[in-house]
């Protein structure tokens, strides 16, 4: 009786791991067709001051045409793309796209003054050529380095290497500034962070849910807070859905906020009209 069972827990099991086998060569199959066929697009979601409630950035997040795949979400689709070189591919095209974006509001909005957030995985920044595709894109659209801010997340900080170490200095070197992305999420020491001259810490999202309720939580945002100050650093809470959430991190002296409270990601022509709300 126990080895059917056994057996059949096998079954389960191989299973499962035979629906996921598939599920990640569709994943990998429709990031393909979107590369060659155009069917990715970026939504720009603002990321606001508390100081004075102007838009000061946006971050760029990926999206794939719902005709290739149905809808899905970047947490799944970009880590099937980390796992091979297909995340340089797509890396490149949300790059450039964000750079003709930059380029098309200067030229028909006049906007200059914004600052676009881009998100960077690991395996771009061990990249050789990346700082350098960078440089030549940043020239072919004429686009100011600072107006450009990479987003890293802390566990791929916590797990840079020399080279992607390097790559972080090149392209400060140009001009180009940094984040650490879901902070508070990895488990990187006060030691790892002194060693990045990083500009901004991203509050987690998870931090942020009960910010209200949970006494752990603000103490730990209040923390967060209080260290990226003392390092020099501004921050940013991620995920602000509340008019309650914001007041908290206002009191906190928080720098900015992003979140549905003020706008969920939204499609480039909806950008211009929130900078004068
Ligand atoms: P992330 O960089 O931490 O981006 C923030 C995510 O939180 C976005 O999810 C955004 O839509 C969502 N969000 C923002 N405010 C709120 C809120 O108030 N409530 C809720 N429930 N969600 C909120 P999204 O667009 O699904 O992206 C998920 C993740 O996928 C991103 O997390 C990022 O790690 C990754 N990603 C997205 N675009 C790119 C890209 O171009 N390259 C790379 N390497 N990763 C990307
Ligand atoms: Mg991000
Ligand atoms: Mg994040
Ligand atoms: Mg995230």
């Given at each position: 009786?126990a080895k059917e069972q056994g057996k059949n827990r096998f079954h389960f099991y191989s299973r499962a791991l035979d629906n996921d086998v598939k599920r990640h060569?569709?994943?990998?199959?429709?990031?393909?067709?979107?590369?060659?066929?155009?069917?990715?697009?970026?939504?720009?979601?603002?990321?606001?001051?508390?100081?004075?409630?102007?838009?000061?950035?946006?971050?760029?997040?990926?999206?794939?045409?719902?005709?290739?795949?149905?809808?899905?979400?970047?947490?799944?689709?970009?880590?099937?793309?980390?796992?091979?070189?297909?995340?340089?591919?797509?890396?490149?095209?949300?790059?450039?796209?964000?750079?003709?974006?930059?380029?098309?509001?200067?030229?028909?909005?006049?906007?200059?003054?914004?600052?676009?957030?881009?998100?960077?995985?690991?395996?771009?920044?061990?990249?050789?050529?990346?700082?350098?595709?960078?440089?030549?894109?940043?020239?072919?659209?004429?686009?100011?380095?600072?107006?450009?801010?990479?987003?890293?997340?802390?566990?791929?900080?916590?797990?840079?290497?020399?080279?992607?170490?390097?790559?972080?200095?090149?392209?400060?070197?140009?001009?180009?500034?940094?984040?650490?992305?879901?902070?508070?999420?990895?488990?990187?020491?006060?030691?790892?962070?002194?060693?990045?001259?990083?500009?901004?810490?991203?509050?987690?999202?998870?931090?942020?849910?009960?910010?209200?309720?949970?006494?752990?939580?603000?103490?730990?945002?209040?923390?967060?807070?209080?260290?990226?100050?003392?390092?020099?650093?501004?921050?940013?809470?991620?995920?602000?859905?509340?008019?309650?959430?914001?007041?908290?991190?206002?009191?906190?002296?928080?720098?900015?906020?992003?979140?549905?409270?003020?706008?969920?990601?939204?499609?480039?022509?909806?950008?211009?009209?929130?900078?004068?709300?």
């Amino acid at each position: 009786r126990a080895k059917e069972q056994g057996k059949n827990r096998f079954h389960f099991y191989s299973r499962a791991l035979d629906n996921d086998v598939k599920r990640h060569y569709r994943i990998e199959r429709a990031l393909k067709e979107a590369l060659a066929d155009e069917r990715f697009f970026l939504l720009f979601q603002p990321q606001i001051a508390l100081r004075d409630g102007d838009v000061t950035g946006v971050e760029a997040l990926l999206r794939i045409d719902e005709r290739v795949m149905g809808r899905m979400s970047p947490a799944e689709f970009i880590p099937v793309a980390e796992e091979s070189d297909l995340i340089l591919k797509i890396g490149k095209w949300v790059f450039e796209a964000c750079c003709r974006q930059i380029a098309a509001w200067r030229k028909r909005e006049g906007i200059h003054d914004l600052t676009v957030a881009v998100n960077l995985s690991r395996r771009q920044l061990m990249d050789e050529g990346w700082a350098h595709f960078v440089a030549e894109t940043l020239q072919t659209y004429e686009i100011d380095p600072g107006r450009i801010e990479f987003e890293i997340t802390e566990t791929t900080f916590v797990h840079i290497r020399k080279r992607g170490y390097e790559t972080i200095k090149r392209l400060q070197a140009l001009g180009c500034r940094f984040s650490i992305d879901d902070f508070g999420t990895g488990y990187s020491s006060l030691a790892n962070l002194k060693q990045f001259t990083v500009d901004k810490l991203k509050i987690d999202k998870s931090f942020i849910d009960e910010i209200v309720e949970n006494d752990s939580d603000r103490a730990i945002v209040r923390a967060s807070v209080a260290l990226a100050h003392a390092l020099g650093l501004s921050v940013i809470a991620e995920g602000v859905e509340s008019e309650k959430q914001k007041r908290i991190l206002a009191q906190m002296g928080c720098d900015e906020i992003q979140g549905y409270l003020f706008s969920r990601p939204v499609k480039p022509e909806e950008i211009p009209p929130l900078l004068s709300r």
